[in-house]
């Protein structure tokens, strides 16, 4: 009679090798295996953690429902969380592609300057705009005025100062119009204390509120002097000087749904 060969190889430590009823578990087989990386706490969870107050906007998570009304939230006073700075960024600011970083109450990044306009500048953004307007077209009065009175002789000399004169009247005419066009542009966003971003923001917040039936209001419109007084600063007499007076810190702005102090005391 044939008996089929067993195999004599056996697994190290006693795995995969029978065990009879009642026997006690080797040590190898209860083995647990190798305990995973540990997860690295996100800036969310840590700021969570030292926050846990309700009204704290960092106290709920990322996406999930506000316990505030709907009428708070549309204020934009809760935190947004940047995701290329990787941490919290106050309401009004955005972050900027080209200076890699996040900036108080952004309206753009200029070219020309070479700088994002913000809240620590834009009051001497605008001025500088209002003083290269009035430059220009203090310059188109010289160049008429230099064309209309220039001596009408024969010499080789006249021709070539009327041939200056006109091309640099054909250079400043549109730098005239498009600047005039910047600073009326500007100064409406100022009557509305809106920056562009936020215009081209509101533009779809009408469109979504219209097509739900209720009407979107600007949270920042204060009314045209306290727009004023929020980016040129209280004083009126420093209003055309180009010097930086902003009223508050850039992280925190009033808004129209804010209770004034004489109605809250009464």
């Not at 060969?5 to 009823?21: K, V, Y």
């Not at 900027?96 to 001497?124: P, Q």
């Amino acid at each position: 009679m044939s008996t089929t060969p067993r195999c004599s190889w056996r697994s190290p430590r006693g795995w995969g090798s029978p065990r009879r009823p009642g026997s006690p578990t080797p040590r190898s087989s209860a083995r647990s295996p190798p305990p995973a990386s540990l997860p690295t706490p996100s800036p969310y969870r840590a700021t969570r953690a030292a926050c846990q107050r309700p009204s704290c906007p960092m106290s709920r998570t990322p996406g999930a429902p506000s316990t505030r009304s709907s009428a708070r939230t549309l204020q934009g006073g809760d935190l947004r969380y940047c995701q290329k700075c990787s941490h919290y960024k106050p309401p009004r600011a955005h972050h900027c592609r080209a200076c890699k970083r996040c900036v108080l109450r952004m309206d753009h990044h200029c070219i020309w300057i070479n700088n994002c306009v913000g809240h620590e500048n834009y009051k001497i953004f605008l001025v500088f705009v209002m003083y290269a307007v009035i430059a220009s077209f203090y310059s188109m009065v010289l160049i008429i005025g230099g064309a209309v009175h220039l001596p009408k002789d024969e010499q080789p000399s006249s021709d070539s100062s009327r041939t200056s004169i006109v091309v640099c009247g054909v250079l400043l005419c549109p730098l005239a119009l498009a600047l005039m066009v910047l600073l009326g542009w500007h100064v409406y966003l100022i009557l509305h204390n809106k920056t562009t971003i936020e215009y081209h923001e509101g533009v779809r917040a009408t469109w979504l509120a219209e097509k739900a039936g209720n009407v979107y209001h600007h949270p920042y419109n204060l009314g045209i002097y306290e727009n004023l007084v929020s980016v040129l600063g209280p004083n009126m007499l420093c209003w055309l000087c180009p010097i930086s007076r902003n009223i508050g810190n850039g992280v925190r702005f009033r808004t129209s749904y804010d209770t004034p102090l004489s109605t809250s005391a009464m």
